[in-house]
C-alpha cells in the first residue's frame, strides 16, 4: 500500500473522522475529550503520515489512546468519573444521552470493547491492541458489555 | 430485548465539531501523551507481571534490540503484523501469514530454512517454524513471563534467548533447536536489568549482549561464559548495543553514537569503522568470512519508534526504510548493496 499522503489523512478525517469523534464521546461521555483526541490523532497522522501503513487503524488506535490517557490524567487530577456532558453538543434528552449514561455504568474496558466492537467494527485483534489485552479478553469484554448493557437500557425504558 | 448495534445508531445523528483548519493549525503534542507505558511497563516487569510486555520494556528503556534488515537468498523478508509472523518477498508482494500471535522478533535461521520467534499470551515461549510453512514448534518451556529475543548461532544450531523471571534473577538462555538442553545463565541483577541480542560465540563457550541496569539505561555490551563464571562488562560510556561476533570468535562489532565499532573480544582495541550519520545505525553483522561487514542504516530515527502510541511501535518500525551497506572490516570500501525495510528479520551471509 502506498504511503498515506496529506491529502489521504484529510479525505480520512472526512470519512471516518465522525465515527471516530462519535465514538469518543460515546465512550468518555465527554465532548471535550472526543474533539481533542480527534484533532490531535488527526494531526499525529499529519505530522507522520509517511510512517503509516494503516492510517485508519492508526487513527482508531491513537485517538482511543489519547482519550484514554486525558481520561486517566482527569480521574488523577480530580477523580471526576466519566461525564455525560450532552449538552455541550446541543442536542439535549436525545437517546444517546440514555446510552452514554448506561455506557458509563460499565467497566473502561467492556465500554470500550463494545463501542469499538459494535459501533466501530474494529477488528477484535485492532481492539485488542488498543487495550493492551489478548482478542480472548476482548470477546469476553464485547459478551458481558453488551449483556449489561442491554439490561440498564431495558432499565431506561 | 435491545439489540446493542441499533442503540448505537441514535450516536449517527450527532455532527463532530472539529474541523480540518482545526487540525492543520494544531501543533502535534499539545494533548499530553498516552500513558507513560514505558515507565508502567518497568515497574510491571520490575514487579514480575505481564510477559508480553516485557518485550515493549525492553523496545522503549532497555538497550534497544536491533532486529536486522535482510532478506533470505529466496529474497523473503520476515515480519509481525498485528502480532502474527509474516513473509514477503522484498518487492512487497507475496504477502502471507506464517505462524499466528502475537509474536514478536522473528529471525531466520543462518541456513534461511527456519524462522524463530518468540511468541505466546501469559507465557512467551520461543518457536521454529520451516520458511515453507508448517505448524510452529515450541522449543522452550520457560517459566513466567517466558522466553524473549532469540537469536541464533552461526552453525544455527542453537538459540540465545533472555528470559526475565519472576522474582529470581533474570536468565539468559541457550538451547539447541534439535530439542532439549537448555543452559541457563543467570543475570546478577535482581531487578531492573535488561538484556537483549543474546548472540552465542561461535565455539558455544561465550554468550555477548546488551543489558542495562535500573531505570536510567545505559546500555552496556557484557559477555559471559555458558557455564557461568564472572560476568565480563566489555564496554562503558555511551550506550552500545547490538553485538555480533566475528565467525572466528575474536572480535565483536556493535553500535555506540550512532558509528560501528569493532572490538577484540575481551573488549580491547575499539576502534569506530563507520560512522551511519546522516541516517542511524539499525544493524551490524559479519559475513561469513569474517573479513566483511552487513551494516543496516535508516534515514529515519529508529527513535521514531517509541512515538505514541506506543502500541504503534512494531508497525512503525517495520515501515522505516532502510540501507544495507556492505564494508571492510575496517569500514573502508563501503558499497550500498540493497534496501529493504526494518522489520525483525535475521540478516543471512
Known sequence: MAKPSSADIEELFRSEGPKIWRALLAYAGDPDVANDAVAEAFAQALAHASRLHSPAAWLWRTAFVLARAELKRRSQVSNPGVGARGDDTGEANESWHDLVAALRQISPNQRAAVILHDYADRPSREIASILGISTATVRVHVSQGRRRLRNLLEGYR | ?349
Open chain 2, 1 to 349: 430485548m435491545s439489540n446493542v448495534r441499533k442503540e448505537f445508531t441514535s450516536l449517527d445523528r450527532l455532527d463532530m465539531p472539529v474541523r480540518w483548519s482545526e487540525v492543520l493549525q494544531r501543533t502535534p503534542g499539545r494533548m499530553p501523551s498516552p500513558p507513560p507505558r514505558d515507565r508502567g511497563l518497568v515497574a510491571i516487569v520490575a514487579f514480575g507481571l505481564a510477559a508480553a510486555s516485557v518485550l515493549l520494556v525492553v523496545q522503549a528503556l532497555g538497550p534497544r534490540p536491533r532486529p536486522p534488515v535482510s532478506t533470505r537468498p529466496e529474497g523473503q523478508i520476515a515480519f509481525v503484523r498485528r502480532g502474527d509472523v509474516y513473509v514477503m518477498k522484498p518487492d512487497g508482494t507475496d504477502v502471507h501469514k506464517l505462524a499466528e500471535g502475537p509474536a514478536t522478533y522473528p529471525t531466520w535461521s543462518p541456513d534461511g530454512r527456519l524462522l524463530a520467534f518468540a511468541a505466546g499470551e501469559e507465557r512467551t515461549q520461543i518457536y521454529v517454524v520451516a520458511s515453507e510453512g508448517a505448524a510452529p514448534r515450541r522449543l522452550t518451556n520457560v517459566a513466567t513471563p517466558g522466553a524473549y529475543f532469540p537469536m541464533w548461532s552461526q552453525d544455527g544450531s542453537r538459540i540465545g534467548f533472555y528470559a526475565p523471571l519472576q522474582g529470581r534473577p533474570s536468565q539468559l538462555g541457550v538451547m539447541k533447536i534439535d530439542g532439549g538442553q537448555i543452559s541457563r545463565i543467570p543475570l546478577p541483577f535482581q531487578s531492573a536489568a535488561f538484556a537483549t541480542n543474546p548472540v552465542l560465540s561461535p565455539d558455544f563457550r561465550e554468550i555477548v549482549f546488551s543489558m542495562c541496569r535500573g531505570r536510567s539505561c545505559a546500555p552496556q555490551i557484557y559477555v559471559r561464559a555458558t557455564d557461568g563464571g564472572p560476568l565480563s562488562q566489555l564496554t562503558e560510556g555511551a550506550p552500545a548495543t547490538a553485538p555480533a561476533w566475528s565467525p572466528s570468535g575474536e572480535r565483536i562489532a556493535f553500535i555506540r553514537s550512532n558509528a560501528i565499532v569493532v572490538m577484540n573480544a575481551d573488549g580491547t582495541d575499539q576502534n569506530v569503522v563507520r560512522r551511519c550519520a546522516p541516517e542511524h545505525c539499525l544493524s551490524v553483522n559479519w559475513t561469513p568470512d569474517g573479513t566483511e561487514l552487513s551494516v543496516t542504516q535508516t534515514l529515519a530515527n529508529p527513535d521514531a519508534c517509541t512515538l505514541p502510541p506506543t502500541t504503534e511501535i512494531f508497525e512503525l518500525c517495520f515501515h522505516l526504510e532502510s540501507n544495507v551497506y556492505l564494508m571492510e572490516a575496517d569500514g573502508s570500501k563501503a558499497v550500498h548493496v540493497g534496501s529493504g525495510l526494518w522489520a525483525s528479520v535475521q540478516p543471512l551471509p
